[in-house]
């Protein structure tokens, strides 16, 4: 959904409350956990935020807050607390116009040093896709890591055809929820960094 203006909370509540029982718009649900499926574009974004366990447990709650999409041009909407099955609308405001781009949360990872989810799109998204957030410790040096792992392509005729932007749009907001984890760990580490 493509709007002048950002959409009101009611909006994106019945937007939710339509897609309850809607499919997934890629066939390959829960890839991000391992292979990623061909012809799709991938995307890998990692940087350190923070070190200890206090930094750990504060990012841990930072996702739970859906604080990675604390950014100027993002809002997000959850239907609920993290878990599996829960949709959540994230509307970006992209060259003067909002976005709105409804997803479900495949799997929640919840592990002694790690946490994240992975969520994947619905019909009502302008990509088609899946995209994993996630926070490890490492046991041997302490940091604390933050990282995206996606894979996508576009789905609306718009994002098609405004590929390049659309791709220009993804690496904008995997940097700044990068940086929105960060503060929101209120600590500083490296600078976001592209792996493979």
């Known amino acids: ?5 950002l959409p009101t909370t009611e909006t994106i509540h019945k937007l939710l409350g339509e897609r309850s ?10 890839a991000t956990r391992e292979v990623m499926p061909d012809g799709y574009n991938v995307d890998r974004r990692s940087a350190i935020i923070g070190r200890g ?21 993002v809002r997000a909407f959850p239907g609920s607390e993290l878990a599996p099955g829960v949709l959540v609308a994230v509307v970006a405001r992209i060259f003067g116009l909002w976005w709105t781009n409804v997803s479900r949360v495949v799997y929640v990872v919840d ?3 790690r946490f994240g989810f992975a969520y994947g799109t619905l019909d ?12 490890e410790r490492s046991c041997q040096t302490d940091e604390v890591r933050f990282r995206i792992v996606a894979f996508s392509k576009p789905r609306h005729p718009l994002a098609k055809f ?21 503060r929101a760990s209120n600590r ?9």
């Open 1 to 5: 959904m493509i709007s002048a203006r």
């Open 21 to 30: 029982t809607t499919e997934f718009s890629y066939p390959y649900v829960g």
């Open 53 to 73: 366990v206090a930094d750990f447990e504060r990012a841990k709650q930072s996702i739970r807050d859906w604080a990675l999409f604390d950014l100027p041009w």
């Open 111 to 113: 592990e002694a040093e």
């Open 124 to 135: 009502l998204h302008a990509e088609s896709g899946e995209e994993l957030f996630e926070i």
């Open 162 to 182: 405004g590929y390049p932007m659309s791709r220009a749009a993804q690496r904008r907001f995997a940097i700044g929820s990068i940086e929105a984890m960060r």
């Open 188 to 196: 500083e580490g490296e600078h976001p960094s592209e792996g493979s």
